[in-house]
């Protein structure tokens, strides 16, 4: 394993530009994305939302994804934080390259995983040489 793979990345705020209602920092998630030859599959980082607090949307070719984090501990007296928790923003400009109507979206063990369909005009194809 290469000494790169064990570097830690530290969380990357995110900087609204209005005013929040939510007393809770809000980072960029870190995100990977693969590609088949039929679609992107974006997968995003959010430990501690759950999947009803993950809000996906596409408007005029801008994907946004955004993650609430349930705050708990009512009564308890912070001692020592190493770990940063709050919300989740990004956003990721589409192109005609996605089939923005077939958009999936699934989350499992703090992993948002989206599967961005390749338009069928981008999609590579074999054309059929007939003999005449």
Not at 102 to 121: F, R, S
Request: overall charge negative; some cysteine; proline content about 5%.
């Amino acid at each position: 394993m290469a000494e790169k793979d064990l570097q830690a990345r530290e969380k990357v705020e995110h900087r609204e530009q209005g005013e929040s209602t939510r007393d809770v920092p809000v980072f960029i998630p870190a995100v990977d994305i693969f590609e088949t030859e039929e679609a992107l599959i974006l997968e995003a980082d959010m430990p501690g939302v759950a999947p009803e607090n993950v809000c996906i949307d596409v408007k005029d070719n801008q994907l946004t994804l955004r993650g609430t984090v349930t705050v708990d501990g009512e009564g308890e007296r912070l001692l020592l934080q190493e770990y940063g928790v709050g919300d989740y923003f990004r956003q990721f400009s589409l192109g005609r390259a996605i089939d923005q109507s077939k958009i999936e979206a699934g989350m499992k063990d703090g992993v948002l995983t989206l599967t961005l369909p390749k338009a069928e005009t981008i999609k590579p194809r074999k054309i059929a040489v007939k003999a005449s």
